[in-house]
């Protein structure tokens, strides 16, 4: 939601959402990963 409210059409699927949610549970996450699984949401 904050990526369309800054403009940026994105659509993520089932598998992508998921691999979003398994990122954040993830203890080693860090910013820089979220930021590359986002912008596999592109369209």
Do not use: F, N
């Amino acid at each position: 939601m904050y990526l369309e409210a800054s403009g940026i059409p994105v659509a993520p699927d089932r598998e992508q959402l998921s691999a979003l949610a398994h990122e954040l549970y993830d203890p080693q996450c860090t910013a820089e990963r979220i930021a590359m699984l986002l912008r596999t949401w592109k369209v």
